[in-house]
């Protein structure tokens, strides 16, 4: 009995068997593969819906001060600062990769840009502007936020009526805006895991050394009204409401790459090489917000040739139904899945909003 036995078992030794955490190791890349692409479309989604806040608006300072002659000219430098809301929706939906718990709610968006501005008489003014955000990191907790753009905008504005008193100056303003950029989340975060796998618990860590980043080509044709005070020539107070129309395409295309360990599986050490992942994993494509509407207050101080501008804009946009232009490569995004936020705003028209303080120094001659 002994020997048929032990040579059963011998037999069972020498077969080969699968090794030690190979099936979680293929779900653990599959869990990563799906968040990653969830991440592609989520930022394009709430990207469309909130950059056009922080894109250039019709003119800057009161304009009560336009002059009926032809020729005066100003200069100046600008900082403008946008909160942009529900940033945390980037990693809504996501089951491995963490992101919902350290990215900020509020996003914050400098932008630096330089404003010129031309006398044409009769109350009438072309403007101009040109903004960035130099290729700088925002550090959220633990997490990378690399932004970067370049914009250029167009105005026309013209006094109407002269303020008089307590009667305020009437100026209306036509604006016209390019606006490119890119934007990515993610790089160099890592992170612990748990995740329970067919009943069986694995723990280690996930590292993205590049990750989905959203990119935008903009246009938008700003119309403006404006009621502008002129208080002893030095103090000028305004308050106005504009609407912004815009085009183009708010897309995702790249390539990710994340590192992946399996350090236990039931708390026995897994004793497996580290995983690399890399992918292109989505292209999606989806337009703007349609419209945006900008009432906003504001603040001229003059000093001689200087005006110092503080302006506030509590920016609303809004967005009809998002695109499905999804490629090949989004492969495992599930366009039905109510858990991801693609399904959450593609179900009808949706507002997002945002406050958006301007702050100028000009030299007016």
Known sequence: MRRPLLAALAIALLLPTAPAGAAESDEL??????????????????????????MPSTGLGAGSGLSDDSGAFTFGVMTRLGLLNNFKDVGYGLELVDLEGPLPNLMPWPQLGVVFGFGLGDGLELGADVQFIPNLDIAGDGINLKAGLFSIGATLRWRVTKADGALPALVLGLGASYYRGSFEVGVG??????????????????RLDSAPAVNWSLFQANPEVR???????????????????AGGSVSNEVNVKAHLTIDTIDGAPANQDPITYSENVVSFSTTPALYTLRPHIGLDLVLGVVAITLQADFAVMGKDKLNTDF????????????????NQNQRGSQSDGAVVVTAAVRAQF
Request: hydrophobic share 40%.
């Open 29 to 54: 890349i599959g869990l990563l593969r799906n968040d990653l692409t969830a991440i592609g479309v989520n930022m394009p989604v709430w990207m469309s819906q909130h950059i056009t806040a922080v």
């Open 189 to 206: 975060y890592e992170r612990p895991y748990s995740e329970t796998l067919d009943g069986h618990t694995a723990t280690g860590t996930y």
């Open 227 to 245: 009621l502008a005070w002129d208080i002893g020539g030095v103090l000028r107070p305004y308050v106005g409401i504009g609407v912004g129309f």
């Open 327 to 342: 490629s090949s490569a989004a492969g495992s995004f599930d366009t039905s899945d109510p858990n991801f936020l693609f």
